[in-house]
């Protein structure tokens, strides 16, 4: 579970960059269907009578320094070098005399504030705040490896105003393969006013997880999480590398069996803090991994594809001045039909 606590400055940062129009290329286009696309004046150079004979992208990475080869190896695969006119590949050679027509394509990270159309359900909405059931699978913020693609860049199609509030008002995060409720703020206003509910630990959030084992009885984690020091992508309470505090209250809501795959409970888990992965790490530290969270120790049992995580309940108070508002979200499907396959017996 990723569900980040949003700090003071996410109301601090600067606005949302523009966007970036995306450049599309055929990778099996002829050069007249190339020459009509709308990617802009290429570049075109001729190798140098004086360069070595050598893989396209070697050459191309001599003649165009500013760039990194990895980049240039991106555009030579999307279609946007040509050699002699035709499509370039990166291991053919390339020597003297030779024509690169070249179409520079901008970097990841700057497409990451481009609206685009992407599935989410919204639950409920005001003027000053939107709740949405996010997917698994969906990335709620642009980071390296997702630059597109992710609740930013939908939550900024469906409301282009958002462009106007930091992260196009995204309060907290949760991980990926988390599904459900998260709110976002419509302005700076209502931002800052969520943003410290989260930090006073007024905000209510309830997940939902199965978890491998027995637990025998309700109670809290208070363990500071960060970085493990081994392993980058993992959080931990193990000697964590620059930790903070996170709480976790949990309480076995039911128990069942697998099989195969031993004993499953059904954990309701509601949060002070909200800390990368907090949920996760803190269940595995007492010997209770969610199901299919490789990462941290679970199994795949019971068809679960993805950790067995749900934030199915959100509460917090309207910064509009409507009192407290309450939101609740089913498991997604398949999340409901791992619990299905579970003999539950209490």
């Avoid at 996410?10 to 190339?34: P, R």
């Avoid at 491998?212 to 809290?220: I, M, V, Y």
Wanted: hydrophobic residues 40%; glycine residues 10%.
């Amino acid at each position: 579970m990723s569900d980040t606590a949003a700090r003071a400055d996410l109301v601090s940062d600067g606005k949302l960059q523009g966007s970036v129009d995306q450049n599309a290329a055929d990778l099996g286009a002829d050069d007249e269907t190339l020459d009509e696309s709308p990617r802009g004046e290429p570049q075109v150079v001729t190798v140098p009578s004086a360069t070595r004979a050598d893989r396209l992208d070697k050459v191309l990475a001599g003649l165009l320094p500013d760039h990194s080869r990895n980049r240039l190896q991106g555009w030579i695969e999307s279609g946007n070098v040509l050699v002699n006119g035709q499509p370039g590949k990166v291991r053919q050679t390339v020597g003297p005399g030779d024509e690169l027509t070249v179409w520079a394509q901008p970097a990841p990270e700057t497409q990451a504030f481009t609206p685009e159309p992407v599935e989410f359900a919204v639950v409920a909405e005001s003027p000053d705040w939107i709740v949405v059931n996010k997917p698994a699978g969906l990335v709620t913020h642009p980071g390296a490896g997702n630059w597109s693609g992710t609740l930013l860049n939908g939550l900024l199609y469906r409301y282009p105003e958002l462009a106007q509030v930091a992260r196009a008002g995204i309060v907290h995060r949760l991980d990926k393969d988390t599904s459900g409720l998260m709110v976002v703020a419509r302005n700076e206003i209502a931002q800052t006013h969520l943003v410290r509910q989260l930090q006073a630990r007024s905000m209510g959030r309830e997940y939902v997880a199965l978890a491998h084992g027995w637990l025998a009885a309700s109670g809290k984690v208070d363990r500071a999480i960060g970085r493990d020091p081994r392993v980058p992508v993992r959080m931990s309470v193990e000697r964590p590398v620059a930790p903070k505090p996170a709480i976790t209250n949990y309480a076995p809501a039911r128990r069942g069996m697998v099989d195969p795959g031993g004993r499953v409970t059904e954990v309701v888990c509601r949060l002070e803090t909200g800390r990368t992965h907090q949920i996760r790490v803190h269940m595995a530290s007492l010997g209770h991994p969610l199901l299919a969270d490789t990462i941290y120790g679970g199994k795949n049992i019971a068809g679960a594809q993805r950790q067995m995580l749900h934030a199915r309940a959100l509460h917090f108070d309207d910064p509009g001045g409507g009192g407290e508002v309450q939101f609740a979200a089913a498991v997604p499907a398949d999340m409901a039909q791992v619990q299905e396959s579970i003999a539950w017996s209490a």
